[in-house]
Antibody
Framework: QVQLLESGGGVVQAGGSLRLSCEAS????????MHWVRQAPGKGLEWVAF????????YYADSVKGRFAIFRDKSKNTLYLQLNSLRVEDTAMYFC?????????????WGKGTTVTVSS | QSALTQPASVSGSPGQSITISCTGT?????????VSWYQHHPGKAPQLVIF???SRPSGVSYRFSGSKSGNTASLTISGLQAEDEADYYC??????????FGGGTKVTVL
């Protein structure tokens, strides 16, 4: 079945870096745009980044622009999020999500998330 | 951009209908019909229940419906069931290739 599995979360000091992965299965990964969304403890969801199906365009939330980078490897059916210059406020559960085909605006399949904790 | 505004909690008895509001601005909800709703049981993967204001994805119960008026979108759950107890988030396109979410609403089935 269609599945997304995030990994790579952990505890890192402020200013450090981390790379998150999202392995996709059950669908043709190279045909779909992909998102990263995060949820800080006790807070709502926050959209983080998007990459088009072919990697040609990438969009970021202002809060992470210049610090985070989204990219994908179609040979590994894997989406990535490189987190640099991490701040305490980046502490969150990070979810990857697949776009509803043809619609950047909607996410029809989500993973269960991976936790990032940034310590001061 | 600030998050869309949702009530922190809504509750109802089994079989009743409840409505969750999602208030944005003339820069997001008010100008685009790219509004969606997600159900999230903590610890599980969120699920899309409404897209394009009022469309239901395949497999989502007819008990979920959406609407929009001006800067406010709404999600109605009819015939409330115990399994509907979850957090619900609205989302809207906010222009310039960005998306914005609401703060979330905890639905409690009494």
């Amino acid at each position: 079945q269609v599945q997304l599995l995030e990994s790579g979360g952990g505890v890192v000091q402020a200013g450090g870096s981390l790379r998150l992965s999202c392995e996709a299965s059950g669908f043709t990964f190279s045909n779909f745009g992909m998102h990263w969304v995060r949820q800080a403890p006790g807070k709502g969801l926050e959209w983080v980044a998007f990459i088009r199906y072919d990697g040609s365009n990438k969009y970021y939330a202002d809060s992470v622009k210049g610090r985070f980078a989204i990219f994908r490897d179609k040979s590994k059916n894997t989406l990535y999020l490189q987190l640099n210059s991490l701040r305490v406020e980046d502490t969150a559960m990070y979810f990857c999500a697949k776009e509803l085909i043809g619609y950047f605006h909607y996410m029809d399949v989500w993973g269960k998330g991976t936790t990032v904790t940034v310590s001061s | 951009q600030s998050a869309l505004t949702q009530p922190a909690s809504v509750s109802g008895s089994p079989g009743q209908s409840i409505t969750i509001s999602c208030t944005g601005t003339s820069s997001d909800v008010g100008v685009y019909n790219y509004v969606s709703w997600y159900q999230h049981h903590p610890g599980k993967a969120p699920q899309l229940v409404i897209f394009e204001v009022s469309s239901r994805p395949s497999g989502v119960s007819y008990r979920f419906s959406g609407s929009k008026s001006g800067n406010t979108a709404s999600l109605t759950i009819s015939g409330l069931q115990a399994e509907d107890e979850a957090d619900y988030y609205c989302s809207s396109y906010a222009g310039s290739n960005t998306l914005i979410f609401g703060g979330g609403t905890k639905v409690t089935v009494l």
